[in-house]
Nanobody, 124 residues
Framework: VPYVESGGGSVQPGGSLRLSCAAAGFALDDSGIGWFRQAPGKEREGVLC????????YYSDSVKGRFTISRDNAKETVYLQMNSLKPEDTAVYYC??????????????????WGQGTQVTVSS
């Protein structure tokens, strides 16, 4: 597994979580890293992407103003900060790499080296 996601869990609506995507078998400091999510019965959708330089691109309008992405290349880790969580944010969240950066694509087939995913459940 090239990357390992962590930080998922169960929270109430309005709560926050910070997901981490850590390099496990493949470096991530020279690629764009995207976060995707997949809810039961739905297609995997893009959430956010961050370039090697730290520039972020939003793939989903529904998370603007609530989710942010950041990276610490020294720690080989990308973070997804999720605030004001809603029940519709419930999904398995995945990180994946895209080369050379986020401008190379925005759908899952454009990405390589996926993590195994972490479950986020938002429920009262």
């Amino acid at each position: 597994v090239p990357y390992v996601e962590s930080g998922g869990g169960s929270v109430q609506p309005g709560g926050s979580l910070r997901l981490s995507c850590a390099a496990a078998g493949f470096a991530l400091d020279d690629s764009g890293i995207g976060w995707f999510r997949q809810a039961p019965g739905k297609e995997r959708e893009g959430v956010l992407c961050i370039d090697p330089s730290g520039v972020a691109t939003y793939y989903s309008d529904s998370v603007k103003g609530r989710f942010t992405i950041s990276r610490d290349n020294a720690k080989e880790t990308v973070y997804l900060q999720m605030n004001s969580l809603k029940p519709e944010d419930t999904a398995v969240y995945y990180c994946a790499a895209i080369f050379p950066g986020c401008e190379s694509g925005h759908v899952p087939p454009d990405y390589d080296y996926w993590g195994q995913g972490t479950q986020v459940t938002v429920s009262s």
